[in-house]
């Protein structure tokens, strides 16, 4: 029998001595799915702490009815989609960025001031990246957010900047996707 037993090898950025308590920003980017997913798995473990939780969503249609938003009124949790749909079918992009950047002021309201303990930008990398809100300007907005607060911003095309300012950055990379062997996407799991 052997008595080896390998370490788990530390993170590139791994420290050692006390840790610090914080609030953390989350991105969750790539191609893959599941980024939206974990988003809202946070949102529900915390939930059950009883910490204040919300989702502000981009880019889902204001009129969305998904299970993410049937759960979310059963367990009393606010969860507000303001886009247009997706924005590679809009019709109108000027109209997408209006509501992009009316949502982007909500939601410096209520990381400013709204007690809430996680929010979650769902699909707020588009905004950045197609230039409609200025990554900088986000990043102002979470670096003077309240000490505990984490938030969790989402979507493709993550931008470097916010990458950078970031505490926990994911990528999700895609395998296999069912989209691809032409099943089409399935309630529960898709949406
Ligand atoms: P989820 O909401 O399931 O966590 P996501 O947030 O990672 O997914 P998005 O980039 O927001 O995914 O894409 C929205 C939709 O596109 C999802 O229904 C997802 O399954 C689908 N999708 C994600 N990646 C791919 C892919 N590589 N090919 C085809 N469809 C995809
Ligand atoms: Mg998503």
Do not use: C
Not at 145 to 159: E, N, Q
């Amino acid at each position: 029998m052997s008595t080896q037993q390998s370490a788990p090898e530390p993170g590139p950025q791994s420290v050692k001595g006390p840790r610090i308590n914080k609030g953390l920003v989350i991105v969750n980017t790539g191609n893959g799915k599941g980024k939206t997913t974990a988003a809202m798995g946070v949102l529900f473990r915390a939930w059950g702490r009883d910490m204040k939780v919300t989702m502000l969503q981009f880019i889902k249609h204001t009129t969305a009815n998904f299970g993410e938003q049937r759960a979310a009124q059963k367990i009393g949790v606010t969860v507000r989609a303001m886009g247009d749909g997706f924005t590679w079918r809009s019709q109108d992009l000027e109209q997408s960025a209006d509501l992009a950047r009316a949502l982007w002021e909500d939601a410096k309201e209520i990381i400013a001031t709204g007690g809430y303990d996680v929010v979650i930008l769902d699909e707020f990398t588009y905004p950045m990246h197609y230039g409609w809100i200025p990554v900088e300007d986000v990043v102002e907005v979470l670096r003077n957010r309240p000490d505990m607060l984490h938030v969790i911003i989402t979507g493709r095309h993550a931008p470097e900047g916010l990458v950078e300012f970031a505490d926990l950055v994911t990528e999700m990379n895609v395998v296999k996707h069912p989209y691809h062997s032409g099943i089409k996407a399935q309630p529960g799991i898709e949406f």
